[in-house]
C-alpha cells in the first residue's frame, strides 16, 4: 500500500511538473508573441496604445485558456501567428499611400523580394486577362496583368471569393420575422426538449473579377467595391482569395510575388495597351448527357495552357502542362487519360488532380454563367485550340474574336443593377418592387446557385427570368426525372419545422399519406421523388434544378421594397411560389 502511495504521489509530481512546463513555455511564448509585435508595430510607426491593447487581449486569452485546459502552448502556436497578422494590419491602416497616381520613380523590390523576368515566348495578346494596379506598404505602385497564387485566378470571367462580416439587411426584418430553425433532443423517435433559434444569417461572399473596381484590406477587414459603387464588407479571417497573395506582371518591372500583407489597394481596369500572357483555356467538358462550352478551370484552378498537370503514370512521376494535352478522359475512380496533342496516350493517378479529391472543373459556358462539374459526374474534356470556335448553341461572342483572343475583357461586363420583379406567393399574394434575394443578392452581378446531376450552376441574376417552385416536375430515387437535368435527392434529407402535426426529433413532419415536408415547402413523395425547381433564363431556356442552394431550405427568404424610402415586406421562402425579375434594370442601389 506504501509503495502505491509514492507511486501516486510520484505520478502526481510529474504531472505538477508538467503543468509547470506548459505555463512557463505559456509565459515565455507571450513575451515572445509581444516581442514581435512590438517589432512589427514600431518597424511601421504605429501608436504604442495599440500594443497595449493587443498585450492585454492575448494575456486574457492566453490565461483563460491555460486555466480551463492545460493546452496553452498549443494555443498559442496559432495565437502568434494572428497576433503578428493584427500588428501588421493595425499598422498599415494609418499612412497608406495613395494609389490613384503611380509612382514611376519608385524603385522596385529587389529579386528576393519576387521581381523576376519573364519570358513571353508562346504568350498571346487576350484583353481577357485581369489587369489593375497594386499599391503596397513601401510606398510602391505595379500595374500590370494579375493572377491570385501561383496559378489561381486569372481571368476576368474567374470569381473572387470572400466571407462577408455581417448581414446589413437582417435590419429590414422585424424581430418576429427573423428566420429560425428547430433544435431538439430525442429519443426513440420522441422529442424529449426542442428549441427554436434564429438562423445564422452570415453569406459567402463571390462574384466575378469583371465586376470588381477595388480591394482594399483594412486590418481584420476587406472593403470590396464593385463597379456599381456598392461596398461590400469582409471578414479578412473568414475565407478570402486574398489570402493566398498575387502576382503582378509589371509592365516596367516584370513579374512581382506579393504576399496578402503587403497589399495596400488594388484598383481593376482596362488595360491601355495590350497586355500578353499564356492563351487561356478553353474547350468544351462532357458530364453525362450533359454539354459545356467555354473558358475552363482544371480542378477550380488551372485555367492557363502553360499551367502543369502532375500525376503518377508507368513512366513514374509525370507532369504535362495543359499545352499538350488534347484530351483528358475519366478512366476511374483515381485516374485520368490522357491524349497529348501529338496524340500519345497517358494514364494518370495518384494526386487530387486526377482522383477522388478533385474538386470539379469549372466551366464559364455563356448560357449559364458559370458550371461546376463534380469529379463524379466529369466525364471528358476536349480543349479547342487558340481562338477556335466553341459550342455555336451556348452564343457566346467570344468565339468571333481575333485569333488567340479568347476571353471577356473588362469592358464586356455590364454594371450591376438593382433586382427587380415581382414575387407570387403560395397564398396568392403579388408583390411589385426590389428585390433581395435570399437576404443577401441585390444585384443583377451577383449569383443564384443550385445543383442538378452533380453539376453546380452559378448564374448571375442578368441571366434569370424567372424562379418556379414547382409540384410536377420530379426527380426519382432511381436517378429518372420528369425532365432532364436533375438527378436523385436524399429522401432522408428533406424535412420542415412542426406546425402542429406530430413532430420528429428532426423537426420533419410525417403526413397521413406519407410524405415528409420541409421548411421550403416541398415535399419527399413516399416513392422518393423530390419536385424541383426551374429556372427560367433571359434568352428562353429552362433549367431544372434541385431543392438545394439559393433555392433549397436554406434560403432565407425575400424582401419586397415597393419604395426605396419605404418599408420592406418580407416573404419567408416556405410561402415563396414563383418570381419573375425584371430585364429593364435600373442603377444599383448604394
Given at each position: 500500500?506504501?509503495?502505491?502511495?509514492?507511486i501516486v504521489a510520484r505520478g502526481a509530481l510529474v504531472l505538477t511538473s508538467m503543468l509547470d512546463l506548459v505555463s512557463i513555455v505559456a509565459r515565455g511564448a507571450l513575451v515572445l508573441t509581444s516581442t514581435l509585435e512590438l517589432v512589427s508595430i514600431v518597424a511601421r510607426g504605429a501608436l504604442v496604445s495599440n500594443l497595449v491593447e493587443l498585450c492585454i487581449v492575448k494575456f486574457i486569452a492566453v490565461m483563460d485558456s491555460y486555466e480551463r485546459s492545460g493546452w496553452a502552448v498549443l494555443r498559442l502556436s496559432g495565437l502568434m501567428c494572428v497576433a503578428l497578422a493584427s500588428a501588421c494590419a493595425d499598422a498599415r491602416d494609418t499612412g497608406a499611400p495613395n494609389a490613384d497616381t503611380p509612382n514611376a520613380d519608385t524603385p522596385s523590390r529587389d529579386a528576393a523580394e519576387g521581381v523576376r523576368a519573364e519570358?513571353?515566348?508562346?504568350?498571346?495578346?487576350?484583353?481577357?486577362?485581369?489587369?489593375?494596379?497594386?499599391a503596397t506598404d513601401d510606398g510602391s505602385v505595379f500595374e500590370g496583368r494579375i493572377r491570385w497564387g501561383t496559378d489561381e485566378e486569372a481571368l476576368w470571367t474567374h470569381y473572387f471569393n470572400g466571407a462577408k462580416s455581417d448581414n446589413p439587411w437582417v435590419a429590414a426584418l422585424r424581430e418576429e420575422e427573423r428566420p429560425t430553425e428547430r433544435r431538439a433532443v430525442g429519443l426513440l423517435g420522441v422529442e424529449v426538449v426542442g428549441w427554436d433559434r434564429e438562423v445564422d444569417l452570415?453569406?459567402?461572399?463571390?462574384?466575378?473579377?469583371?465586376?470588381?473596381?477595388?480591394?482594399?484590406?483594412?486590418?481584420?477587414?476587406?472593403?470590396?467595391?464593385?463597379?456599381?459603387?456598392?461596398?461590400?464588407?469582409?471578414?479578412?479571417?473568414g475565407a478570402d482569395d486574398l489570402a493566398d497573395g498575387l502576382q503582378v506582371w509589371d509592365t516596367e518591372r516584370g513579374r512581382v510575388e506579393l504576399d496578402e500583407w503587403s497589399v495596400v489597394s488594388i484598383d481593376f481596369m482596362s488595360p491601355a495597351a495590350a497586355v500578353q500572357g499564356p492563351p487561356p483555356l478553353r474547350g468544351t467538358v462532357r458530364a453525362g448527357s450533359s454539354t459545356f462550352t467555354g473558358l475552363i478551370q482544371w480542378n477550380r484552378q488551372?485555367?492557363?495552357?502553360?499551367?502543369?498537370?502532375?500525376?503518377?503514370?508507368?513512366?513514374?512521376?509525370?507532369?504535362?502542362?495543359?499545352?499538350?494535352?488534347?484530351?483528358?478522359?475519366?478512366?476511374?475512380?483515381?485516374?485520368?487519360?490522357?491524349?497529348?496533342?501529338?496524340?500519345?496516350?497517358?494514364?494518370?493517378?495518384?494526386?487530387?488532380?486526377?482522383g477522388l479529391d478533385h474538386r470539379g472543373v469549372y466551366v464559364d459556358d455563356a448560357r449559364f454563367g458559370r458550371v461546376l462539374v463534380s469529379w463524379q459526374a466529369f466525364d471528358r474534356v476536349d480543349f479547342a485550340d487558340r481562338g477556335e470556335a466553341g459550342n455555336p448553341d451556348a452564343a457566346d461572342r467570344t468565339s468571333a474574336r481575333p485569333t488567340g483572343v479568347v476571353a471577356p475583357a473588362y469592358h464586356d461586363f455590364e454594371v450591376g443593377h438593382?433586382?427587380?420583379?415581382?414575387?407570387?406567393?403560395?397564398?396568392?399574394?403579388?408583390?411589385?418592387?426590389?428585390?433581395?434575394?435570399?437576404?443577401?443578392?441585390?444585384?443583377?452581378?451577383?449569383?443564384?446557385?443550385?445543383?442538378?446531376?452533380?453539376?453546380?450552376y452559378t448564374i448571375p441574376f442578368a441571366l434569370v427570368r424567372s424562379?418556379?417552385?414547382?409540384?410536377?416536375?420530379?426527380?426519382?430515387?432511381?436517378?429518372?426525372?420528369?425532365?432532364?437535368?436533375?438527378?436523385?435527392?436524399?429522401?432522408?434529407?428533406?424535412?420542415?419545422?412542426?406546425?402542429?402535426?406530430?413532430?420528429?426529433?428532426?423537426?420533419?413532419?410525417?403526413?397521413?399519406?406519407?410524405?415528409?415536408?420541409?421548411?421550403?415547402?416541398s415535399t419527399t413523395r413516399p416513392d422518393g421523388s423530390t419536385p424541383l425547381v426551374r429556372i427560367e433564363l433571359a434568352d428562353g431556356r429552362t433549367l431544372d434544378v434541385e431543392p438545394e442552394g439559393d433555392v433549397g431550405p436554406d434560403n432565407a427568404g425575400v424582401l419586397v421594397f415597393a419604395d426605396d424610402d419605404g418599408p420592406a415586406t418580407y416573404v419567408p421562402w416556405a410561402d415563396v411560389g414563383r418570381i419573375e425579375f425584371s430585364l429593364d434594370r435600373d442603377p444599383a442601389p448604394h
Open positions: 500500500m506504501l509503495e502505491l502511495v509514492s519570358d513571353h515566348t508562346g504568350d498571346v495578346t487576350d484583353p481577357g486577362f485581369i489587369y489593375g494596379r497594386v452570415a453569406r459567402p461572399f463571390m462574384v466575378r473579377f469583371g465586376d470588381l473596381a477595388r480591394i482594399e484590406p483594412r486590418g481584420r477587414a476587406l472593403d470590396v467595391t464593385l463597379r456599381s459603387g456598392t461596398t461590400v464588407h469582409l471578414d479578412r479571417f488551372q485555367s492557363l495552357r502553360d499551367d502543369e498537370l502532375r500525376g503518377e503514370s508507368d513512366a513514374g512521376e509525370t507532369t504535362f502542362t495543359f499545352a499538350e494535352i488534347r484530351s483528358i478522359e475519366r478512366s476511374g475512380p483515381e485516374a485520368v487519360r490522357i491524349t497529348t496533342v501529338a496524340g500519345e496516350l497517358s494514364e494518370l493517378s495518384g494526386t487530387r488532380s486526377t438593382a433586382l427587380a420583379g415581382t414575387v407570387a406567393t403560395r397564398h396568392g399574394e403579388v408583390l411589385r418592387g426590389r428585390l433581395v434575394f435570399d437576404l443577401d443578392e441585390s444585384e443583377t452581378t451577383e449569383t443564384l446557385d443550385a445543383p442538378a446531376g452533380g453539376i453546380d424562379i418556379t417552385r414547382m409540384n410536377g416536375s420530379t426527380t426519382r430515387p432511381d436517378g429518372s426525372t420528369a425532365r432532364p437535368g436533375a438527378s436523385t435527392t436524399r429522401p432522408d434529407g428533406l424535412t420542415t419545422r412542426p406546425d402542429g402535426s406530430t413532430a420528429r426529433p428532426d423537426g420533419s413532419i410525417k403526413r397521413p399519406d406519407g410524405s415528409t415536408a420541409r421548411p421550403d415547402g
